[in-house]
T-cell receptor, first 111, second 113 residues
Framework: GQQVMQIPQYQHVQEGEDFTTYCNSS?????IQWYKQRPGGHPVFLIQ?????EVKKQKRLTFQFGEAKKNSSLHITATQTTDVGTYFC???????????FGQGTRLTINP | DAGITQSPRHKVTETGTPVTLRCHQT?????MYWYRQDPGHGLRLIHY???????DKGEVSDGYSVSRSKTEDFLLTLESATSSQTSVYFC????????????FGSGTRLTVV
């Protein structure tokens, strides 16, 4: 079945350092979504990428969708303590009514 | 998030007992999903629904059943709970296939002892 792999599983950074998480799919995706889950909370939708090679920015967050629509990345510039949490990518294939989530990357930050 | 609630928020149950978790939405969204979250596995789909009385299995459906008799309610039942079903369960809704993001409930922490 469709698999979405996400790395790294954990990342610890000093506040102010950059952070990147990567997502890879075994199949071509129709779109990819990113979610953030704060400790003890529930996943919250951040963004959706649809087009091949698409890049979107939200303040310090930059999201990319690969040319082959099989991989994606989330980059955070100059992390802040409010960025702490687990970041999930989730992909869907054409015609499917459900997302497949990556395992998530847990980000912790040393202030 | 407003518009989706899960109940109960926490539950401890004994092995072999039936358990039903409820997801209620006020958004009139067509699609509803049940996920479980376990360390190292992320979010795994149990069952989903694409309309009243229309449901289908996800990747980890064994030991679980669902029902959707009304648009607003999606029930997840563990027929005979096992310790491997100890997990955090999240319900999610979406307006349409490929819609801009799922909205998740606050989750139910289930412990099977």
């Amino acid at each position: 079945g469709q698999q979405v792999m996400q790395i790294p599983q954990y990342q610890h950074v000093q506040e102010g350092e950059d952070f990147t998480t990567y997502c890879n799919s075994s199949t071509t995706l129709s779109n990819i979504q990113w979610y953030k889950q704060r400790p003890g909370g529930h996943p919250v939708f951040l963004i959706q990428l649809v087009k091949s090679g698409e890049v979107k920015k939200q303040k310090r967050l930059t999201f990319q969708f690969g040319e082959a629509k099989k991989n994606s990345s989330l980059h955070i510039t100059a992390t802040q303590t409010t960025d702490v949490g687990t970041y999930f990518c989730a992909g869907s294939i054409q015609g499917a009514q459900k997302l497949v989530f990556g395992q998530g990357t847990r980000l912790t930050i040393n202030p | 998030d407003a518009g989706i609630t899960q109940s109960p928020r926490h539950k401890v149950t004994e092995t072999g007992t039936p358990v039903t978790l409820r997801c209620h939405q006020t958004e009139n969204h067509r699609y509803m999903y049940w996920y479980r979250q376990d360390p190292g596995h992320g979010l795994r789909l149990i069952h989903y629904s694409y309309g009243v009385k229309d449901t289908d299995k996800g990747e980890v459906s064994d030991g679980y059943s669902v029902s959707r008799s009304k648009t607003e309610d999606f029930l997840l039942t563990l027929e005979s709970a096992t310790s491997s079903q100890t997990s955090v369960y999240f319900c999610a809704i979406s307006e349409s296939e490929g819609a801009l993001g799922y909205t998740f409930g606050s989750g139910t922490r289930l412990t099977v002892v």
